[in-house]
Nanobody, 122 residues
Framework: VQLQASGGGLVQAGGYLRLSCAAS????????MGWFRQPPGKEREFVAA??????DYADSVKGRFTISRVNAKNTVYLQMNSLKPEDTAIYYC??????????????????WGQGTQVTVSS
């Protein structure tokens, strides 16, 4: 299993970025996928997830971020609009393997990508 995140960078507040996570080594369409982030000096936190029932978002990104996937490309995306300095973090994609009631529970995710840095300047 490999997850390769890309698309991070430096952007001004109010700007946008689209992150991609290319998956390989498993049947991509069979799994829910998630995005998480770790701000500087803080714990890693849930951002968004996509599963058969639909999508879920952290309150802090609702209305600004959109998670999507293209199974034919084995890729999950995170469109991030109206970026704020507090969105600065390393962003990770992950594969959900274990059911927990809270789809944002990190214990449910076994495989993680290497992370991509997003920096939002004020």
């Amino acid at each position: 299993v490999q997850l390769q995140a890309s698309g991070g960078g430096l952007v001004q507040a109010g700007g946008y970025l689209r992150l991609s996570c290319a998956a390989s080594g498993f049947i991509f369409s069979n799994y829910a996928m998630g995005w998480f982030r770790q701000p500087p000096g803080k714990e890693r936190e849930f951002v968004a997830a996509i599963s058969r029932p639909g999508t879920d978002y952290a309150d802090s990104v609702k209305g600004r971020f959109t998670i999507s996937r293209v199974n034919a490309k084995n890729t999950v995306y995170l469109q991030m609009n109206s970026l704020k300095p507090e969105d600065t973090a390393i962003y990770y994609c992950a594969r959900r393997d274990i059911y927990y009631h809270d789809i944002g529970d990190q214990r449910g995710y076994t495989y993680w990508g290497q992370g991509t840095q997003v920096t939002v300047s004020s």
